[in-house]
């Protein structure tokens, strides 16, 4: 069993930062990639960035681009999503995710963390 945990969610206004976390445990997986998803309400799931496990390439989405950086700790337990002159579209329910070796797509999610920004 594998376990992500997501913290470091919150309320701010236009222009704060916040940083989530995610860490992993439970049983070891080797990892392709790791990332952050987010959902607003009534809208899909969407990506928003992920870094390659092998190299540490990050990948973000148009809408974060220059203001969010996704990182990793030495360990490779925990991923961190830094989010930068945050806005009220950015508001969703993030999501970290880890998408095993071998495997077609991302299989393994957290609950989520709530992040809420106010004009």
């Known amino acids: 069993q594998v376990q992500l945990v997501e913290s470091g969610g919150g309320s701010v206004q236009a222009g704060e930062s916040l940083r989530l976390s995610c860490a992993a445990s439970?049983?070891?997986?080797?990892?392709?990639?790791r990332g952050w998803f987010r959902q607003a309400p009534g809208k899909e799931r969407e990506f928003v960035a992920s870094?390659?496990?092998?190299?540490?390439?990050?990948y973000y989405s148009d809408s974060v681009k220059g203001r969010f950086t996704i990182s990793r700790d030495r360990a490779g337990k925990t991923i961190y999503l830094q989010m930068n002159d945050l806005k009220p579209e950015d508001t969703a329910v993030y999501y970290c995710?880890?998408?095993?070796?071998?495997?077609?797509?991302?299989?393994?999610w957290g609950q989520g963390t709530q992040v809420t920004v106010s004009s």
């Open positions: 870094i390659r496990w092998s190299n540490g390439d990050p």
């Open positions: 995710a880890a998408h095993r070796v071998g495997a077609n797509t991302y299989d393994y």
């Open positions: 439970g049983r070891p997986f080797s990892t392709y990639a």
